[in-house]
């Protein structure tokens, strides 16, 4: 029988449900858009450095799966690029 190997270094994730607090970090983006993530959690009395880093990268997952989600919980098709409607004819170089 074949053992699964282990994997090496540091195991991802903390473990801890930080939930409540993205949801509040969310709303509160949501009211003032031109904070940053990281100004908008100190301003939630967060200060601890590696609690501020830990819930800023949660913060980007959850905002990056809810962005490709449109509101029917299909995943958005990503548009091709246009392309120009005058063919670009370059001149020659001297």
């Known amino acids: 029988m074949l053992e699964a190997r282990g994997r090496r270094g540091r195991p991802k994730g903390t473990g801890i449900d930080d939930s409540d607090r993205i949801a ?34 949660k913060y980007k997952v959850h905002k990056r799966s809810t962005a490709q989600l449109s509101s029917s919980g299909t995943p958005i098709q990503p548009q091709r690029p246009r392309q120009p409607a005058v063919p670009v004819i370059l001149a020659p170089r001297s």
Do not use: C, K, Q, Y
Request: aromatic fraction near 0%; proline fraction near 9%; hydrophobic fraction near 45%.
């Open 24 to 57: 509040r970090l969310a709303e509160l983006l949501r009211i003032h858009p031109e904070l940053r993530p990281t100004t908008a959690i100190r301003a939630m009395g967060i200060i601890d450095p590696s609690i501020v880093r830990r819930i800023r990268d």
